[in-house]
Each structure stands twice: as C-alpha cells, then as structure tokens.
C-alpha cells in the first residue's frame, strides 16, 4: 500500500466536498466552493502527482457537497448546500446548465449501467430523506423510496454501489447534548431502508 499526499490545490481557497472519478479521462473531478467566495470551480487532478487545474469557473458561493460524472454524457453532475439547483457541466464544450429543481439535493451518484442519475433528497417540511431518480434533462424527479430524516440529521457520507443497486449512508443526529451516527442501507431493487 502506498499513501500520497497530494499537493495544495491552486487559488483561491475553497472547501471541495465533491470528488468523483472521469473514466473518459482517467482523472479526478472536484467541484471546491465556499460560503466566503462569490465564484467555484470544478477541477481536474491528476491521481498520480496531485497537480490540479480548475477547468471551470462559475458564480455562486455555494458549498457544493456531491457530484458524479456520466461517461456516456460526458457530464458532471453537481449540487449541494441548501440550494435546490442542479448543476450540469459538459467536459468537452465546458458548458454549464443550472437548473432550479425545486427539491434540495443531499448526494448524487450517476449508473452508468442503467443509465439514470440517482439522488438522495431531503424535504424537512415532513421530515423525510428519498432515494430519487432524476431526468438528466428535465430534472423531474420520480421518488423510489423514503425514511424519516429529521431536521437534526445530517448525511457525512454516501457511496452507491450500482452491482448491489443500493445508496449507502452515514448520518449524524445531533440532539440532546448526544451525537450518534448511525449507517443506513437503501435497497433500490427492494425499496427498502435498513438502519
């Protein structure tokens, strides 16, 4: 095993919250924004040596908190915060889609098997987290499978794993002096949520 420390990424400075995989490319894309910049970017690094190099800037000072990439679109896919946009970049024209979905966006894993963008939403109005499919076009939602998710939840990490078709969380409640963390499985074949 073999551990490299990559190096600085370029200026400014930004938090990166979103780090996914380009199989066209074979790089690593990361989306880096702050609360305390009014622009982020979206980089490309390289895995071996850790030089980074911002391939896009946008305006915004949205922490972006998930991404994905599509190879047969050629896209990444981003979003993040408490902002209920959706962001689209093309790699090949560098061209960005924001659009205003309506529902806020926790994680976002693209299947490249089956084609669809998958996302985890949340909706504090009834206390709920949903597994969802997303249009990569239109950006309509259609809801698979829900559990409660309270307004003192937070998801720290997500994977999908599109073999076993399931989203895989950590949450963390923070409420009654406690912080508990707890691992949940959402089975998108069984639609079903384990804890």
Not at 69 to 75: A, D, G, V
Request: hydrophobic share 35%; proline share 3%.
């Amino acid at each position: 095993q073999k551990t490299t420390v990559l190096e600085p990424l370029p200026a400014p400075a930004g938090i990166v919250l979103g780090l996914t995989w380009d199989s066209n490319a074979n790089r690593l894309l990361a989306v880096r924004g702050s609360s305390g910049n009014p622009t982020y970017d979206v980089l490309s690094i390289n895995p071996t040596t850790g030089n980074a190099t911002v391939l896009f800037t946008g305006s915004s000072n949205n922490t972006f908190s998930t991404c994905t990439f599509s190879s047969k679109l050629n896209t990444l896919f981003y979003a993040g915060g408490l902002s209920s946009k959706l962001y689209a970049l093309r790699l090949d024209t560098l061209k960005e889609t924001v659009t205003n979905t309506g529902y806020t966006i926790l994680r976002l894993a693209y299947d490249g098997a089956r084609d669809i963008l998958y996302g985890l939403t949340r909706d504090d109005a009834v206390a709920k987290l949903t597994a969802v499919e997303i249009n990569s076009t239109t950006t309509k939602k259609n809801d698979l499978v829900s559990l409660p998710f309270s307004k003192n939840e937070y998801i720290l990490t997500a994977s999908y794993d599109s073999e076993y078709h399931s989203f895989y969380t950590t949450d963390f409640i923070v409420g009654n002096s406690k912080f508990v963390m707890e691992l949940t499985t959402i089975d998108l074949d069984r639609l079903s949520v384990s804890r």
